[in-house]
Each structure stands twice: as C-alpha cells, then as structure tokens.
C-alpha cells in the first residue's frame, strides 16, 4: 500500500465539501450502511502531525509494546476490516489526510500480508469517520484519541506546545489545562518537555526515566543530562530519582578525592588517605629515594641499603602526614542516597499531603521578560495551615537525626 504525503502550508484549506461527496465523486469509497467507507490506499498523511513519534521519530515504531500492538491491529484487520473501529479523516488540500487512526493505518500494510499468505485480497475497503475544523482543533483531537495504545508524555507535550503556539487558534495554558482535565502546573511542565533534548526525550518514551525525573537532572546539569541518566539506566537497571542520586554522588566523590562504599541502604563516604601516595621524605631530601617495591623510606646515600656514613642506623621515619579535615558532610550528599527505607517512609508520610497540596494549590507567579512570559523564572505562591508546617518540620526532624547519626559515624572511623 502507498501512502502519499504532504506538506503543512502556513494556512490550511480545508475542503468545504463533505467527505461522502468528496469520496464519491473520486470513486474512492462512500456510503454504507450508516457511515462511509474507503479505499486506504487513497489515504494520506501530514508529516509531523502523529505525535506519537516525538522523541524517537520512526523509531517509535520499533518499540516492542508497539510493534505487539501494530500486530493485534493487523490480524484484527485481516479477519474482519469493516468491524474495526473507523478511522478520522478530513479532506484536506484535495485530499483524504488521517486526523485519528495512525496505528491502525501502519497496521494495514501488515494485514494484507497475513491476508496474502492465505490467499485472499489486499483490506480495499475501511471505516472512516469525517472530522471539519482547523489544524488547532484536530491537534487537539488527536490528543484526545482513543486508540487503544496510550500516547507518551512527550508525544502530549508536543501537541500541547503546538496548540499553545498555533497560529490561527493560539491556547493559553488555563484553557489547555482545562481542555486536559489537568492543573496549570503540569501543563507547564510539559511544555518544558518540549525543550528537552531529543536525546532525553528517546530516554522518556521508552520509559528510561519519568518525565519529572528528567526535567530536574535537565534544570540542574543541562550539558550532561544524558549521560547521567543514561549511567544510571546502565548502572542500576532503572533511572530513578535515587538512582540517579548516586550517580551524582559518585561524580561528586570523584571531584572531591572521596570514595562512597554503600551498605546497601545507607552510603558511606571515607576520604582517600593522604598517605598513599607518600614515599620517604627523609630518602627524597638525601637526594635517593629506593626504588624497590614495598619499601616505605629511602636510604640516605647512594641506592644501597645502608649507604655511604649511614654507620648501619635505622633511618628515621617520616611522620605521617596529617589527615585533611573532612568536608562538610552534609554537602557531599543528597537526599536520595541516604536515607533508608524506614526514614523515608516517616519523611513521605509527613510531608506527601503538603506536597500535593502545593502541586495543585500554589498560585502562579508568571516572571515577564520584554512582554513574553518565562516559564522557567515563574514562582508559586502557597499560604501553609499550622498543621501542615508541623508535618514538614516532622519530616525535616526525621532527615536531621539521620544526617547527624551518619556524621557521627564517619567522625569515629
């Protein structure tokens, strides 16, 4: 089956004539029963208008989850095409373009193999549905399609983004919240997946890493988001807040000349011992330092052992030297990698109600630069009841103890 293209011009031309009329008078399909049919050979399909593929581009289609889809929509449509749910199409610039129903037009192709292979025709006739109205409002549309394969984050955040920024019928982020049945907040947090790299965004569809896990390691290393939550995927087997915690903690460590041994729930940080590197002051000062292994001092002299006016004395040791101060504990840490389970559940049982509160209640601050809004210098504004302080300073309390237990630790060893 060939599918044609086309190309977005900047304004659409939308047909004024119907979609039965339009398909009858090409020969292509029309009336049966209560709704219309068509040829899908004679189906077209605007590049860019699928959102699904965000992130991965034809990729997408080689997801195993999707691929298992695509196959129950051809054996579906190789049984039984004209009970298969009706494609949304609109005619469109002279043609018949997909508005909803691009898993099952992909699926077409694959049922008409399994059709070969029994000896039967190719699928020459499909439902269809007639979708009128702008590109804005299909965009919105498709977003709300009901095929049975959900669509990923980024693919939302991308139809979003353009509907925010369409041309003929802009939406500001209140009515995309309404027409989403979400909050303001998380529309905005998508429209800042759209400014993802399209490397991180790959990471999200294929469920490397949670979307909101994503922006935070974006906001705060933005040169190297990749590559950290990529170790973490390789690491640990999944990128998880925590997860990527340690990768970070270990990148820390390494800067700092520290070392983390983990116990599994709590991890460790010893620094690396000055000495290691510390051969004999005294030899080095006489001018020879001995070069056989394991020899902690040099001998004064030339490279013998009891070397020139030595008179065979036992060389004096080198005081060892001072161990540097350890840092600041408290800033070689973060929060994901030190807390155990019990901890975190007294932590997340105090403060998850107020954290969800402020998600959903804090009012919006917008930040206005020369006349356009900056969704990453936006502040949120909340006014907490006593109760709910009580249970954040509880859940700070609980982190506090455990912080000073572990200092405590690491200044005995």
């Not at 659409?12 to 039965?20: D, I």
Request: proline share 4%.
């Amino acid at each position: 089956m060939t599918t044609a293209t086309l190309a977005t011009p900047a304004k659409t031309k939308n047909e004024n004539v119907s979609l039965r009329t339009f398909l009858e008078k090409n020969g292509i399909g029309g009336r049966l029963g209560n709704g219309l049919v068509m040829d899908p050979t004679h189906l077209n399909i605007i590049p860019g208008f699928n959102t699904r593929t965000a992130g991965l581009g034809e990729a997408y289609w080689e997801l195993p989850e999707v691929k298992d889809h695509l196959a129950r929509l051809a054996q579906q449509y190789a049984d039984s095409p004209l009970e298969m749910a009706a494609m949304v199409v609109q005619v469109r610039d002279g043609q018949v373009v997909i508005r909803q129903g691009h898993c099952r037009h992909r699926a077409i192709p694959l049922a008409n193999k399994i059709r070969e292979e029994r000896g039967e025709g190719p699928v020459d006739k499909i439902r269809v549905d007639e979708f009128r109205g702008s590109d804005g409002k299909a965009e919105l549309f498709n977003l709300k399609g009901n095929d049975q394969l959900p669509v990923s984050i980024v693919a939302q955040a991308e139809s979003l983004y353009r509907l925010h920024n369409d041309s003929e019928e802009p939406m500001s982020i209140e009515e995309l919240a309404e027409a989403r049945k979400v909050s303001v907040t998380h529309v905005r947090k998508l429209l800042k997946v759209h400014t993802a790299p399209e490397a991180l965004k790959g990471l999200v569809v294929k469920g490397v890493v949670a979307y909101y896990a994503a922006l935070d390691v974006m906001e705060k290393h933005p040169d190297n988001c990749v590559a950290i939550i990529q170790e973490a995927y390789d690491k640990f087997g999944k990128a998880t807040d925590k997860t990527i915690g340690q990768v970070l903690l270990a990148q820390r460590a390494g800067e700092n000349g520290t070392s983390g041994e983990s116990d599994g729930n709590v991890t460790t940080i010893t620094a690396t011992d000055a000495g290691n590197a510390s051969n004999s002051t005294a030899g080095a000062a006489a001018g020879a330092v001995d070069g056989s292994a394991g020899n902690e001092a040099g001998v004064a002299g030339g490279g013998s052992e009891e070397g020139a006016g030595s008179d065979n004395t036992e060389p004096t040791p080198t005081p060892a030297p001072k161990r540097e101060p350890k840092q600041n504990f408290k800033t070689q840490l973060s929060v994901f990698d030190v807390l155990p389970k019990k901890i975190s559940k007294e932590i997340v049982d105090n403060s998850l109600e107020v954290i969800n509160r402020i998600v959903v209640d804090a009012k919006e601050i917008p930040f206005m630069e020369d006349g356009a809004e900056v969704l990453t210098k936006a502040q949120y504004q909340l006014t907490l009841t006593y109760e709910e302080f009580v249970q954040l300073t509880a859940a700070k309390d609980s982190y506090d103890k455990h912080l000073e237990k572990i200092q405590k630790k690491n200044t005995e060893q």
